[in-house]
């Protein structure tokens, strides 16, 4: 490979540079995952699986030349300083509990009905992070919302006429493509949007379509404190009693207990939290 610099590499990981002494310039001659094989120059990535953890030997490849290792931010701390320097990475979340705001983002501000509370979180929320997704592929989103189904008259009713045309669930290509053709063909519906009273009736169609990216990378949607069950299911989603429910699933389907972020609304501020064990 060609050489690259060190300061590179911990930029472009969105790293962190652990150790005593500066980040020096120099080149590194090699990335490499198996210390038998590491030369002078290198950097030693430390991966983890379930029969194998590479952060068991840092020290080694130190030894064989490693100029530094690639460890999960996570484990520095109990990491012997003999294996270092390190360049600390955030692992992605296992579960990231999302609360929905109390009212809509659009004049008039209303409380969000179960499409927009998922809008909100899965299609505005976590598009904050821009280089990486924050959840690990098949990982969980806990929805924080009472998911009830309430349109405010006039300004929601096209909503009311997505859930009519997804039932009953939107894994049903079909009836969202004819659901779409449908609400295009009501006239009320488009003259309440031309005077105002209302939004477009394509808009929760739009709304569902931003949340398919994020969709097609998670393993499950939970819905905690959900007061309709039926309309969580429609949209595919998990309904729960409580955060607790919710979180006690999202261990189960990690298997472990659970790396943990949370975002308060609104704005959205990041919290992040280490471990079930620690919240």
């Not at 929905?100 to 904050?128: D, I, K, Q, S």
């Not at 997505?162 to 009953?168: E, G, L, T």
């Not at 808009?203 to 398919?212: H, I, S, Y």
């Amino acid at each position: 490979m060609e050489p690259l610099e060190l300061e590179s590499i911990v930029r472009h990981s969105g790293g962190s540079w652990i150790s005593p002494a500066p980040l020096p310039r120099l080149s590194v001659a090699e990335l490499g995952t198996d210390t038998r094989t590491l030369g002078n120059q290198s950097v030693f990535l430390a991966l983890s699986g379930p029969n194998f953890d590479g952060h068991s030997f840092v020290e080694e490849a130190r030894r064989r030349g490693a100029v530094a290792s690639v460890v999960k931010a996570s484990r520095v701390a109990v990491l012997p300083p003999a294996g270092g320097p390190y360049i600390a990475v955030n692992e992605p979340l296992d579960a990231l509990v999302l609360g929905v705001p109390a009212v809509t983002p659009h004049l008039p501000r209303e409380a969000p009905n179960p499409l927009l509370a998922a809008y909100l979180g899965l299609g505005v929320a976590l598009r904050l992070w821009r280089d990486a997704f924050p959840v690990v592929d098949g990982g969980t989103v806990i929805l924080v919302h009472r998911f009830r189904r309430r349109f405010p008259h006039p300004t929601q009713l096209p909503y009311r006429a997505f859930f009519q045309a997804v039932s009953p669930s939107v894994r049903d290509r079909r009836a969202l493509a004819a659901g779409e053709r449908a609400v295009l063909a009501d006239r009320r519906a488009l003259d309440a949007y031309r005077s105002g009273r209302s939004c477009h009736p394509l808009l929760p169609f739009v709304d569902w379509d931003a949340c398919r990216p994020a969709l097609e990378r998670l393993g499950a949607v939970l819905v905690a404190d959900c007061r309709d069950a039926a309309a969580a299911r429609m949209l595919d989603f998990v309904p729960t009693h409580g955060i607790g429910a919710a979180l006690g699933m999202a261990e189960g389907r990690a298997g472990r207990a659970p790396r943990l972020g949370f975002l308060l609304s609104p704005p959205y501020f990041p919290l992040r939290v280490g471990s079930a064990a620690n919240t």
